[in-house]
C-alpha cells in the first residue's frame, strides 16, 4: 500500500503547507528568516499520539499531572475515605474482647455448677444432660440470687495472673523457653514442659483457694475480697490462718496430679489448636476466590479469615481438653477440696447445702472409691453443664461473626 503522508511531514504539520483554509483566521508567519530561538518558540509538540513522528527515539512528553491538594483538602478526603485500617484493628479488638469475655465471665456460672456436681459424692443426679443441669442452675439462682453461680470469679483471675507471672519470671531467670520456635527439638520441648510444669506447682495452692470459693455455697460463705484467695493460699502452703481438718491432704500429695492434669490439658489443647488452625487455613487458602478483586464480599470474608480461624481453634481445642480431662478432673477437685471444711449446694435439688467429708487416701484411692461406689459415670458428673458451657461459647462466636460481617459490608 502507497502511503499518503506527505515527505516532509513531521507531526500534525509540516513545512511549506500553503492551504489558505489551514492559516485562514491567523497571520501568516514565515519560519525561514527566523533565528533557532523563535523557532523553538512558535513550533510546539503535540501530546503523544500513536503514528506520530514527532518525537525522537526514547523521548516522552510528560504525561497531566494533578496539582496537589491542599493540606486541609487532603485531610478532608482522608477522613471521608473508608477508615479500612482502624476498622480492621476495631474488628480484632472486638471478637477477641467478645471470646475472652465469654471464656471468662459469661461462661463462670457453669463451671460452678460444674465443680460443685465434681465434689458432690453425695449426688443421685449426675446431670449427664444440660436439661437438667439448666434447670437446678435456675433453681439455685432462683433460691440465692444470681451471685450464686459468679462466686469466685475473682480468685480465678488471680490464679491466672499467678499463673503468668510465675511463667514469666522463671522463664527470665532460667534457660527454659517460654515458647517453642516453629524449628523445635526435643530439648526444647522437654525445657518448656518443664517450665509449665514449676508453674503449675507454684499456683497449687491458690487453685485450691479459688477452687473452695467457687464450690462454697452462698448461704454461708462471706462476701470475701479478691485477695482473700492470695492469703489463704499462702495459708495452705504454711499451715496457718484456714480451719482445716485431719483429712486435709498435704500439698505433696496433690503435686503428681495437679501437674499431670496441667500438662496433659495443655498439650492437648496446644496440639488440637494447632491442628485445627492448619486445617481451617488450608481451606481458606484452596476455597476458590471472586474474579473481581475489588469485590465487597471477597473483602469481608478476607478480613473475617484474618481473625476468626484462630477463635475457632482455640474453641475446638479447649472443648477436646475439657471433654477428655473431666474424669481426672473430677478426681483432682475432689482431692483439692477434702479436709477444708467446704458446704456446697444440693445439685439434685438447689435449696439445700451439703458438706463435704471425703476421705481418700491419695489419686489411686480416689478412682478406686468413685468406680465401686458411683459407678463409671461418677467421673463424668455434671458434665451437661460442659455442654451448655461450649455451646453458649459457639453461639457467641456466631453471632459477633454476623455482627462484624453486616459491619464490614456497610463500611
Not at 482473700?228 to 499451715?239: A, L, M, N, P, T
Amino acid at each position: 500500500m502507497t502511503s499518503r503522508r506527505p515527505d516532509n511531514f513531521e507531526g500534525l504539520g509540516y513545512k511549506g503547507r500553503e492551504d489558505p483554509s489551514f492559516s485562514g483566521g491567523y497571520s501568516a508567519r514565515s519560519f525561514n528568516n527566523s533565528s533557532g530561538p523563535d523557532i523553538q518558540h512558535w513550533v510546539t509538540t503535540p501530546p503523544d499520539i500513536p503514528g506520530s513522528r514527532n518525537l525522537h527515539f526514547g523521548d516522552h512528553t510528560p504525561q497531566f499531572e494533578k496539582a496537589p491538594a491542599p493540606p486541609e483538602a487532603a485531610d478532608e478526603a482522608q477522613s471521608a475515605a473508608p477508615p479500612s485500617e482502624q476498622l480492621k484493628r476495631f474488628a480484632g479488638f472486638g471478637i477477641g474482647l467478645a471470646s475472652l469475655f465469654t471464656e471468662n465471665v459469661l461462661a463462670h456460672p457453669c463451671i460452678v455448677f460444674r465443680r460443685q456436681c465434681q465434689v458432690n459424692y453425695h449426688a443421685r443426679c449426675y446431670h449427664l444432660s444440660p436439661l437438667t443441669a439448666i434447670s437446678v442452675m435456675y433453681n439455685v439462682t432462683k433460691t440465692q440470687g444470681p451471685k450464686a453461680l459468679w462466686k469466685g470469679m475473682g480468685s480465678t483471675f488471680v490464679v491466672q495472673g499467678v499463673t503468668l507471672g510465675t511463667e514469666g519470671i522463671i522463664s527470665e531467670c532460667t534457660p527454659l523457653p517460654r515458647e517453642l520456635s516453629h524449628k523445635w527439638n526435643p530439648k526444647q520441648v522437654l525445657g518448656h514442659l518443664v517450665l509449665k510444669g514449676f508453674t503449675y506447682v507454684v499456683a497449687m495452692p491458690f487453685y485450691s483457694a479459688s477452687l473452695i470459693e467457687t464450690v462454697q455455697s452462698e448461704i454461708i460463705r462471706d462476701n470475701p475480697g479478691i485477695l482473700d484467695c492470695v492469703k489463704e493460699g499462702i495459708g495452705r502452703v504454711v499451715g496457718m490462718g484456714v480451719p482445716h481438718s485431719k483429712r486435709l491432704l498435704p500439698l505433696w500429695n496433690l503435686l503428681f496430679p495437679t501437674v499431670l492434669h496441667g500438662l496433659l490439658h495443655y498439650v492437648i489443647s496446644s496440639s488440637v489448636q494447632r491442628l485445627v488452625l492448619y486445617l481451617l487455613r488450608r481451606r481458606n487458602s484452596g476455597s476458590p476466590k471472586h474474579s473481581s478483586p475489588d469485590s465487597q464480599a471477597d473483602a469481608v470474608q478476607s478480613m473475617l479469615d484474618a481473625y476468626f480461624p484462630e477463635l475457632m481453634a482455640s474453641f475446638a481445642a479447649s472443648l477436646c481438653a475439657d471433654v477428655l480431662l473431666f474424669p481426672l478432673e473430677t478426681v483432682l477437685h475432689r482431692l483439692h477440696i477434702q479436709g477444708t471444711r467446704t458446704i456446697i449446694d444440693n445439685t439434685d435439688l438447689g435449696c439445700e447445702v451439703l458438706p463435704i467429708n471425703t476421705q481418700y487416701e491419695g489419686m489411686r484411692d480416689c478412682i478406686n472409691a468413685i468406680r465401686r461406689e458411683e459407678g463409671t459415670m461418677g467421673f463424668y458428673k455434671g458434665f451437661g453443664s460442659i455442654v451448655v458451657q461450649y455451646s453458649l461459647h459457639a453461639a457467641v462466636l456466631q453471632i459477633t461473626k454476623m455482627i462484624y460481617s453486616m459491619l464490614l459490608r456497610n463500611a
